[in-house]
């Protein structure tokens, strides 16, 4: 089977200990406008993110800013939340332009990883897809480095 067309980036994701400044750091230097944020997460996100407690969605000229921040150990999250020098990158997220191309991509990735042709840095699985409760759909992986990667779909064409 042929691999899809390139996807297109949805977002890049960054770790901060301050999000007020770090949102203010973006609207400054990249003109970025705050679209939305939240302190409610799935538990997906939870587990995938341990002590996140705020993040907030940034854009400009269609590029968008994920920023989320830790807990820096309040409610048993101490050695979950990034280290303060370590590497602030979390993810990359892509967009898929359909639920099914969405399906398809989480069926592709263990076709890829089962062909035993590639070694992995992680042996760890997408996760499931989830549907969150305004119907955006996700879904998360690991390249044969470690790095993580999203695919999302989000309906309505609200990209």
Aim: charged content about 20%; overall charge negative.
């Amino acid at each position: 089977m042929p691999p899809p067309a390139a996807p297109r980036l949805h977002h890049i994701a960054v770790q901060t200990a301050d999000l007020a400044n770090c949102v203010a750091w973006y609207r400054e230097y990249f003109g970025c406008r705050p679209t939305w944020s939240t302190d409610v997460f799935s538990p997906l996100t939870r587990s995938r993110l341990p002590g996140i407690v705020a993040m907030a969605e940034l854009e400009a000229d269609g590029v968008r800013f994920h920023v989320f921040e830790y807990d820096d150990g309040v409610d048993g999250a101490a050695g979950d939340a990034p280290p303060p020098a370590g590497p602030r990158f979390q993810h990359v997220c892509l967009v898929a332009s359909s639920s099914a191309e969405l399906r398809a991509r989480h069926r592709r990735w263990w076709d890829v990883f089962e062909s035993g042709r590639f070694a992995f840095a992680r042996s760890e699985g997408p996760t499931e897809v989830v549907v969150d409760e305004g119907g955006v759909e996700s879904f998360y992986f690991y390249d044969v480095n470690g790095l993580e990667f999203e695919f999302t779909h989000v309906p309505g064409g609200a990209q």
